[in-house]
């Protein structure tokens, strides 16, 4: 092992950082020093009442805290946050005021502009009447089918002021893929665009959009302009009206706020889908906001005027996270459209001319970035960025290998996981850590992650199944339509009582670290010997001749074996010597266990909305089984790839 860091925290700029500050201010409440961030993280876990109370001081919440901070604190699920406390989610994140940029927007290379602090809380105030007008109220849904934009923003933030429950996908979604999202939560307002730029087309949405409208029957649909079509889209869908005619005879004034309690609801998300109806996930207020506060404050070191930026559209969670970066007073950096056009250089562009501090992005577009054989660190100027954060799956250690080479060699680089169970982390960056190759750095305070083999022991150093043993936060309120929480049980808490687990295949080092080996119901079992998928992609994925890879165990002679499905670079043959040096390279980088029995070449490899690969969706298809819930795919008409494989049967 090379045990020299990629990176390391300078001493001056930690001891500025909020980190420090924080460390100092939990070391003097509680009478003993926390500089060290593995005693910091301990007593964040032992004393949770003393760290969450401290959070909200620190990150000045507004509202009211109460007296008690944590009731039936060792139930999972029951316990409960800030029993007392009454809050408004929107309030904190409209944290500024004034002409300076609170959101930077670019559609690919097509449309480019922004919105002051005073022009988001005008847009907020008067959306807020509309959104009343209409009888929108505590607790009501309001639906958004909607590209990464200002607008979107503001509509979740007047949705929020008064106590409605906001609910997203992005425009590319399919009929089925909305009706079985938005369907089941009933929306009062459904919101969408008049269309989209992806990959430098026009993308119309009228068609479907009134197919949408017509089953969902909301009090009003309202048409955002982005494309210049939103009053003929509107003529088209029955009960829609523009957004200018939405807000029409509303004008701005201060936005009211309404006081919460803690656990009010505030967003549901959706699990990917693609075994069945995506599950309807629930989550506070309260929870979120002190969540993505210490996430974006301590672990991230946001301040204010940081512009922050996060490659997503408004089906993933990493949307709901991003937004949350106005509570720090930081400018949003949004971008819609494909990371691709016209070029791989385009975000780059756009982190160079507005001088990101945050970079976010995924493990494939890093790994794409490398095989297009880009160097950012030789044509960008990128000498504001300082945090460079990975996430949507594992990313290899030649990725982080490539951060350092071709895109900045001073970046803070930090791998983070968790997801949209908890819409935010149970690992991720920590800038009083050094980052090791293919590491990440650490869990994040207040959360007690573990790594349990079966029995439930916890072990270093070995694979097993990530746990959290403790409640915290930001767990869900519950599932929609789920009134006994079974679903919620099942979801989590099947594996190990009153103990989440979370379905990732994990394993600590011994820099404290920690690795993601994939999820747990991927993990592979050959000769009964559990595989992490990412242990394989790791190194099949450096190969040139490789742009992609997907692995799946598939049943057989008693056994499970091992079957590795590639798709191919420009010119790339899969012939006998290049079916070696896959193998030979899984061999000698892995072990002989993980080597595959059977290597096939495909066209296409099936994902998400969110750019997951989807080994279980592919496993079921190898297997005969139906794939369920095909809508929750971008590019489902992949999975007919993998039917009826003759090399799969023999």
Known sequence: MNDTPLWSPKPEALARSPWMAFAALAGSRCGKPLEDPLALHKWSVDDREGFWSTLWDFCQVRGEKGNAILENGDAMPGARFFPEARLNFAENLLSRTGPEPAIVFRAEDKIGRQMSWDELNALVSRLQKAFRAHGVGEGDRVAAMMPNMPETVACMLAAASIGAIWSSCSPDFGVRGVLDRFGQIEPKLFISCDGYWYNSKRQGVAEKLAEIAAELKPEATVIVPLMGEAEEVASRIEGAVTLDAFLAGHSAGPVEFTPLPFS????????????GVPKCIVHSAGGTLLQHLKEHRLHCGVAPGDRVFYFTTCGWMMWNWLVSGLAAGATLCLFDGSPFAPDGNVLFDYAAEERFAVFGTSAKFIDAVRKAGLEPAKTHDLS???LLTSTGSPLSPEGFSFVYE????????ASISGGT???????LGNPALPVWRGEIQ????????????EEGNSVTEEKGELVCTRPFPAMPIGFWNDPDGEKYQDAYFGGFDNVWTHGDFAEWTSHHGIIIHGRSDATLNPGGVRIGTAEIYNQVEQLDEILESICIGQDWDDDVRVVLFVRLADGAKLDDA??????????TGASP???????????????????KITELAVRDIVHGREVKNQEALANPEALKLFEGLGELQA
């Open 406 to 413: 071709g895109i900045k060699p001073d970046v803070h680089l």
């Open 384 to 386: 504001q960025l300082r």
């Open 442 to 453: 650490s869990p994040g305070l207040g959360m007690a992650v573990d790594v349990w083999d």
């Open 264 to 275: 009010h609801p505030l967003y549901i998300l959706f699990s990917s889908g693609t075994t």
């Open 578 to 587: 290049l079916k070696q040096k896959i193998r030979t390279k899984i061999r």
């Open 421 to 427: 169970d908890i819409v935010s982390c149970f690992v």
């Open 593 to 611: 266990r993980h080597v595959p029995a059977v290597i096939i070449a495909v066209d296409d490899i099936p994902r998400t909305k969110s750019g």
